[in-house]
């Protein structure tokens, strides 16, 4: 039961032309119009949340699935019809995207790399990262760096070195006072 407002909840659950009291607060019950109080991605998003967050810590599917307050056969089964693949794929491929970035802007070497991002063998890293990725990343990692970084596109560039104010917006407040 929760107690609202005569002026919101009564006037759908009145009939029309019904009269009532302004200011009378009365008790409705919102079971029949909220099916679930919390919505079950709600929770999936919290394991997942966690995965973004927390990528190179030890995690598990049981840990994700106590993070989702579900078990882990459930959390597996909604986190995949959710998001289209398993919370193991999920974490996977958050820790190679990272190694990605890594790689490409450090100079740490692939076996740094891969503890960094959480991996506990090199191993496992390297065939994760090859089927990811396409290649493996020893090669990746020489790809970027020995190439010039991208260019920067004109918009960033401009974006970037325009000064905090406008001085033409200075000058035509400066001369309209004078």
């Known amino acids: 039961m929760c107690v609202a407002g005569l002026e919101s909840a009564s006037a759908q659950t009145d009939p029309p032309g019904a009269k009532r009291e302004p200011g009378r607060w009365e008790l409705i019950s919102l079971s029949s119009a909220v099916t679930d109080a919390i919505p079950v991605y709600i929770h999936l ?18 840990a994700l699935a106590r993070a989702a307050h579900a078990s882990t056969a459930h959390f597996s089964r909604s986190f995949k019809r959710a998001f289209g693949e398993t919370p193991h794929g999920y974490l996977q491929r958050r ?26 063998s090199l191993g496992s890293f390297s065939r994760g990262f090859r089927e990811l990725v396409g290649t493996p990343p020893s090669e990746y990692a020489r790809r970027w760096r020995d190439t010039l970084p991208p260019p ?24 309209g006072r004078g």
Do not use: H, N, W
Not at 50 to 57: F, G, I, N, Q, W
Not at 152 to 175: N, Q, V
């Open 45 to 62: 998003l919290r394991a997942k949340d966690l995965v973004d967050r927390e990528y190179a810590r030890q995690l598990d599917v049981a």
């Open 95 to 120: 820790r190679i995207e990272r190694a990605k970035e890594l790689l490409r802007g450090t100079e740490l070497s692939v076996t740094e790399v891969s503890l960094e991002v959480g991996f506990q």
């Open 152 to 175: 920067i596109p004109a918009c960033f560039t401009l974006m970037y070195t325009r000064p905090l104010a406008s001085s033409s917006f200075r000058e035509a407040d400066e001369g």
